[in-house]
């Protein structure tokens, strides 16, 4: 992929969301995704390509904990 040369200039906190059962990116490629940028977090769903749809309540849960782990640090927004 064109992206991975740069993904090293990435600054901004990532979580990379893949499905378990996605064939046009495979838990390999999620992996892989995760492991090329600085700092990246990797959270697997049981789902194929569309996990915010298969599965909404376990993606939103783990979009709510990566927003929450930005809390309090610099650059991020947070309301009280």
Do not use: C, W
């Amino acid at each position: 992929s064109t992206l991975f040369p740069y993904t090293t200039l990435f600054r901004s906190p990532y979580r990379v969301i893949g499905g378990t059962q996605d064939p046009g990116t495979t838990p390999a490629d999620a992996e892989l995704i995760a492991r090329s940028i600085p700092g990246a977090k990797l959270t697997m769903l049981d789902a194929a390509h569309l996990s915010n749809i298969e599965r909404a309540p376990e993606y939103t849960q783990a979009l709510l904990d990566f927003l929450g782990e930005g809390a309090g640090k610099p650059g991020i927004a947070t309301s009280n």
